[in-house]
C-alpha cells in the first residue's frame, strides 16, 4: 500500500513563501497524478494543484495559479508545492494526494500539514 508524507508547514507571515514537500513511496498500478488539496479551517478540502506522473504537466485551482508551483522530482519520490505570496486566507492543512482522476479520484491521502499564515 502507498504512503504519502507531508512537511514543509510551520507558521509564516503574509507574503512569505514556503515549500511543503510530499515523500511518495510504493505505488504502483492506478496512480498518474500526485496533488495537494487545502482544508481551511471550518470548509472542505479544496483541491488546489496536481501534476501528472506521466508527463509533468500541471493543474491549478483558480485561488493559487500565478502564486503556487507545484514540480516533481521522481528520482527522490518527491513532490513539491512551492508556495509564494501568502495571504491569510491559505492558512489551513495541506494534504498531498495520489490517485488516477483529479481532483474527485484521488483516492490517496496523507496526514496533512498544517501552514498558519499569520503576523
Known amino acids: 500500500q502507498g504512503q504519502l508524507v507531508e512537511s514543509g508547514g510551520g507558521l509564516v507571515q503574509p507574503g512569505g513563501s514556503p515549500r511543503l514537500s510530499c515523500e511518495v513511496s510504493g505505488f504502483s498500478l492506478g496512480v498518474n497524478g500526485i496533488g495537494w488539496f487545502h482544508q481551511a479551517p471550518g470548509k472542505e478540502p479544496e483541491g488546489i494543484s496536481c501534476i501528472s506522473t506521466d508527463d509533468d504537466s500541471a493543474v491549478y485551482a483558480e485561488s493559487v495559479k500565478g502564486r503556487f508551483t507545484i514540480s516533481r522530482d521522481s528520482a527522490k519520490n518527491m513532490v513539491y508545492l512551492q508556495m509564494n505570496s501568502l495571504k491569510p486566507t491559505d492558512t489551513g492543512v495541506y494534504f498531498c494526494?495520489?490517485?488516477?482522476?483529479?481532483?474527485?479520484?484521488?483516492?490517496?491521502w496523507g496526514k496533512g500539514t498544517l501552514v498558519t499564515v499569520s503576523s
Open positions: 494526494v495520489a490517485g488516477s482522476a483529479w481532483p474527485y479520484g484521488m483516492d490517496y
